[in-house]
């Protein structure tokens, strides 16, 4: 293990050129589904964290 920081520095420089070249930006309709998806995911645990917590309330 080399704990030189400049190594670490450069070898992160290095990784970050990579995922930057590999990368694209999404068209619209690739961020549009994601979002949704993301949006259901968060209010379907918004719903359940609601109800477990209703659920709790009425035990205690």
Same mark, same amino acid.
């Given at each position: +293990?080399? %704990?030189?920081? *400049?190594?670490? !520095?450069?070898?992160?420089? &290095? &990784?970050? @050129?990579?995922? +930057?070249?590999?990368?694209? @930006?999404?068209?619209?309709? &690739?961020? +549009?589904?994601?979002? @949704? !998806?993301?949006? %259901?995911?968060?209010? *379907?645990?918004?719903? +359940?964290?609601? *109800? !477990?917590?209703? !659920?709790?309330?009425?035990?205690?």
């Amino acid at each position: +293990m080399n %704990l030189n920081p *400049i190594t670490g !520095i450069k070898r992160f420089y &290095e &990784e970050s @050129k990579h995922i +930057m070249s590999v990368s694209y @930006k999404p068209t619209h309709d &690739e961020f +549009m589904r994601t979002l @949704k !998806i993301v949006l %259901l995911g968060i209010l *379907i645990l918004g719903v +359940m964290g609601f *109800i !477990i917590a209703l !659920i709790l309330q009425l035990i205690v």
